[in-house]
């Protein structure tokens, strides 16, 4: 009889369940396979977990390490420390690890250790910007994964520039479009609350943007003067609004609102005039849905959404934010195109991968 195969999941973040939400669903389809989902509980608020998991048919997870927040060495030594004796016990045949949160590199740490195989969905991303917590967390995990799933060609080259064999990466596409292309329909279905004709969507919550008074002060200026051409609705992260707390900032006719459940924020995303954000995943959407969308950075480790999309980069440049919105309101707006295999199927094509390898990682399983 054909050994099961033992698949764990490891996610933490908000970043991570509109990524797993598909490959489970594609692994439930196969009969030989076990799936164990860790939640190490990196967000642990309603509002960026719970409904998550709700909207997007994930099943409760199997355990929950409940790190809570903390300093970056904190969170990450929390994770390891509580992760560690789950996998010696489960002894999974590989771990698969999402992204690029500190949940990710953590698990990445402990499975390498452990000898136990690592798979990355989403593989392969580079910002080139070492001051991002997110790049360190890319680089390592790729190093010590045996497995590596990209949603892009460039993620490909720069594993390859890295040393990584061309046989442990495997170019699937975008796990993340899968969760958007299936849910999209009943998002727009249950739309229920009017939005004004006009309106620009804010995301932001990279340290680069909104820890620094002056960065973050310029573009809460620069956001209310939008706000005089069109309504600026700005779903806030917690530490966002923490940090517009601390500052004691005026917020003029900005619309803060809590973070918006994954199904809502689609709806808006889809009817927004544009999308301001700091957000890769969001970055991503906007290609997907065809959405003008300003990213407020100074580079992207998503540079197809820049090349083949609806993406701009402005940088932290408040005055260029300013001119780029009256542009699109004139008329102006980038187009774009969707990137190959962003097509709704990337999860199955990485369940395809695992099971024609599942004789090889059903056996370290015994090892
Ligand atoms: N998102 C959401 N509600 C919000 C803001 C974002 O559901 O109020 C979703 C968004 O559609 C995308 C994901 O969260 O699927 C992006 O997560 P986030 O911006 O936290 O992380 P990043 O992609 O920057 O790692």
């Given at each position: 009889m054909e050994m099961a195969l033992h698949i764990l999941h490891v996610v933490g973040a908000r970043p991570n369940f509109m990524k797993v939400a598909p490959v489970l669903r594609a692994l439930t389809r196969q009969k030989s396979v076990k799936q164990t989902l860790v939640h190490t509980g990196q967000h642990y608020d309603a509002s960026l977990s719970d409904i998550f998991f709700q909207q997007l048919e994930i099943?409760?997870?199997?355990?929950?390490?409940?790190?809570?927040?903390?300093?970056h060495a904190q969170q990450t030594a929390s994770i390891m420390i509580r992760l560690e004796p789950i996998l010696s016990e489960r002894k999974p045949g590989l771990v698969l690890v999402y992204g690029d949160v500190n949940s990710t590199v953590a698990a990445a740490l402990v499975c390498s250790k452990l000898q136990i195989k690592i798979g990355h969905v989403e593989?392969?991303?580079?910002?080139?910007?070492?001051?991002?917590p997110e790049e360190i967390n890319r680089i390592v995990t790729d190093q010590l994964s045996d497995l590596l799933f990209t949603p892009s060609e460039d993620g490909n080259h720069n594993l390859e520039k890295e040393g990584?064999?061309?046989?442990?990466?495997?170019?699937?596409?975008n796990v993340m479009i899968d969760s958007l292309k299936r849910l999209l329909p009943l998002a727009l279905q249950n739309q229920k609350n009017s939005l004004p004709a006009k309106f620009a969507l804010v995301t932001l919550h990279r340290p680069s943007n909104v820890d620094d008074s002056n960065t973050l002060k310029s573009i809460l200026q620069s956001l209310q003067n939008i706000s005089r051409q069109l309504d600026v609705i700005f779903p806030s992260h917690p530490r966002t609004r923490q940090r517009v707390a601390d500052f004691g900032?005026?917020?003029?006719?900005?619309q803060f609102v809590e973070p918006l459940p994954y199904l809502e924020f689609l709806a808006m995303q889809r009817a927004a005039t544009v999308v301001i954000t700091d957000s890769g995943g969001v970055q991503e959407e906007t290609t997907y849905l065809g959405i003008p969308c300003l990213t407020l950075?100074?580079?992207?480790?998503?540079p197809i959404t820049v090349s083949r999309g609806t993406n701009i980069l402005v940088g932290q440049d408040a005055h260029r934010l300013e001119e780029e919105v009256t542009k699109l309101l004139n008329g102006k707006a980038k187009h774009g195109i969707v990137p190959p295999?962003?097509?709704?199927?990337a999860a199955e094509r990485i369940a395809d991968i695992l099971v024609s390898r599942q004789p090889e990682l059903a056996k370290s399983l015994h090892a």
């Open positions: 099943p409760a997870p199997d355990v929950n390490l409940a790190v809570g927040s903390g300093s593989a392969g991303l580079r910002s080139f910007d070492r001051s991002m990584i064999p061309t046989k442990k990466i495997h170019l699937v596409g900032f005026d917020t003029g006719h900005i950075r100074a580079n992207t480790e998503r295999l962003w097509d709704g199927h």
